[in-house]
């Protein structure tokens, strides 16, 4: 467990969980709770979530669906204890565990830690996004190393969530909004029925985010979804953002 002097506690999702996380690096944001707000899961099914740092996108999930069985995944072994903490701290022990494993490594890497192929119905990520050789990167190295990558960790980890999934098992991730191209190329090999909700910070700006759920095996077409704008033209939270990062609201799929 980190020292409690190098980090804060901090309630999110308006109190709904509270996240011990260190003071400096990577620290929860918006897109993990964008993350858990857009992935689908049902009582009893098996979730899991690739590099999951403290646990907030994951746990979550786990808040809010009732009797969800969720594996966090995260390399950094101090980021999974506070995760492992972050979970008896919420009530969530029964429900959620943490692997501390690369989300690159070896299938039996993964079957010593107890996710076997075809396991999950649902996987949640959000990746490292920048490369090192085209952006600059955080000098901090916790913060790289959630936030800096090569160019074919998408694909790696697009990869090892097909493996964990289970047919017609969904993945969902939250990615740049300018690097969609290579998510759409990734999920070509094993993903299908893919939908692309874009993220705007404000109205008539661009998007900085997309938030992608693709299916094992479907064969339906791409769909690109009405998006989500974080902020009113005066620079306050709109109620749509606020619904969901506050009041626990999820993000819709489905268009009536």
Known sequence: MAAEAETTLDAVLGGRLTLRQPKRGHRVGHDAILLAAATEAL????????????????????QRVNGLKATLVEIDPALAA??????????????????????????????????????????LMNPPFNDPARQNVSPDPRRRLAHA????????????????????????????????????AA?????????????????????????????????????????????????????AAEAILRGGATLQWHQD
């Open 43 to 62: 009582p009893g099914e098996q979730a899991i979530e690739l590099g999951a740092g403290v646990g907030a996108a994951g746990l979550a999930l786990a």
């Open 82 to 123: 506070l995760a492992q903490e972050n979970a008896a701290r919420n009530g969530l022990s029964e429900q959620v565990r943490v692997a501390v494993l690369d989300a690159t490594a070896s299938d039996a890497e993964f079957v010593r830690a107890g996710l076997t192929a075809g396991s999950a119905a649902r996987v």
């Open 149 to 184: 990558a090569l160019p074919n960790t998408l694909a790696q980890w697009m990869a090892r969530a097909a493996s964990l999934l289970a047919p017609s098992g969904t993945m969902t991730l939250i990615w740049r909004a300018d690097g969609l191209a290579d998510v759409l």
């Open 187 to 239: 999920a070509r090999a094993d993903f299908g029925g893919v939908a692309v909700l874009p993220i705007y910070p404000r109205p008539h700006a661009g998007a900085i985010r997309v938030v992608v759920r693709a299916v094992k095996g479907s064969r339906a077409p791409l769909a690109l979804l009405p998006g989500l704008t974080l902020n009113d033209a005066g620079g306050q939270p709109s109620a």
